[in-house]
């Protein structure tokens, strides 16, 4: 068995514990999908540690670190960083969507989660550079002539279905549009 192949097959393993067993017969773009709802729902946990900390959602310096560091791991695994960037600036400005739309309404009197906040530094961000490194992964192994919009319509009703606004999910699912598109 090859390194490639037993890497996709850890990849659909960590995907069907993550994500549930409605993974098994996925496409890249149905795990990739899967990963950016998982991604999104973590950015809840990091907007209520914010919100409990009294933080501000945008934090433009670590995310240029985040991006930088992607960029780095990219180039390792013969992603270009123009590549990189086209997944992640996508998913960073959808996770400040979410932050904001959930703080914005905490603040307004919405209901308050009631469990503990998470540590953002020891326990949340950790999970999120995973989820990162295996978006970054997955991504590197689809050919960028296969994101042609087609399946962008499917990521959005995903992120819709899992409790995303239209606006989340409009921004989430750019990776799959045509690079060429601009959407």
Known sequence: MSCSCLRS????LLLLLCLGANLVASTPCDDLAGLIVLRLQISREVAWSKFCQGKKVADPAREAVMLTTLKQKGAVLGVAPERVSALFLPEIVASRQVQEELVSGWRMG???PSVEAGDLVAEIRPRLDAVNLTLLRLWSEIPS?????SYREEA??????????RDVAKVASRPFASPSSGN
Do not use: W
């Open 9 to 12: 097959g850890l990849f659909r």
């Open 145 to 149: 002539s296969s994101l042609d919009g």
């Open 156 to 165: 959005e009703r995903r992120i819709l279905a899992a409790g995303f606004s």
């Open 110 to 112: 919405l209901p308050r």
